[in-house]
């Protein structure tokens, strides 16, 4: 068993991040396996050096151990344009210039109750018909999920989380009129979410993937893309999320619920263990 924890340096880690981590850290050690972490700094505008070094001191405090060198996804640009040519070469990708506001404005009446997608309502489609060889500096990248899934068949995959534990299926009409097209490279950073974390668990051999119960919907879109580029789809596991006293999700931004906070404070590694329900 190979897990990992995917922090992204834009914030203090609060309870919320000391669960996942600890989770993917246990899962791992019961099972005699490893666990990994993995910087996901592509944000990078909000990403800073003070907030990864903070990372590190957290997890350690906490008691959690990890190989080095960490994986930092600043530097895997290399793997993700591999990827996306990969998507290129097999006709699955488009360039795309519409503006969020474009897309407001073409989603508005007619398609009033569409379902909303991981990443939003699907993309209505304005830019489908364009091509590769068109792609400007200013454009994001999108898969064409019509083909894709066409191409890739009913996407599946084990959870073992205790929210939706079992095994998941997708058909190809419902990742087109569910997810839709999403953007595979935004124009800013040359990735995405979606795409840096499908090659990055596959490089890193993840075989469980730990991870809070908001990214649950978000799945099928790394299945989809495991699927096309033939990697193999670890097992699930969504956790539940910590909330405050209010049933709101931890947000970076809550510095009260940071583990920083609670060092400070005098707490010790056990009591946010008993705190976040370990
Ligand atoms: N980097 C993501 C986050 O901080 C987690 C990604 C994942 O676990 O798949 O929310």
Redesign the pocket.
Known sequence: MIT?????P?GLLHLG?AF?ALTASDMARAAGGRFLL?I?DIDTPRCTPEFEAAIYDDLHWLGLEWPDPVMRQSSRRAAYDAALARLADMGLTYPCSCTRADIRAALSAPQEGAPMGPDGPPYPGTCRGRTMDEHGPTDAIRLDMARAAALAGPVSFAETGPGSAGRHDMTPERMVAEVGDIVLARRDIGTS?HLA?TVD?AAQAITH????Q??FT?TSI?VLLQRLLGFATPTYHHHRLIRDERGRRLAKRDDARAIRTYRDAGHSPGDIREMIGL
């Not at 990992?4 to 992204?8: H, L, Q």
């Not at 993937?209 to 809070?212: A, D």
């Open positions: 990992r924890f995917a922090p992204s834009t991040h996942s993995r996901e979410y974390v668990d993937v730990v991870r809070g908001d990214l978000a790394h």
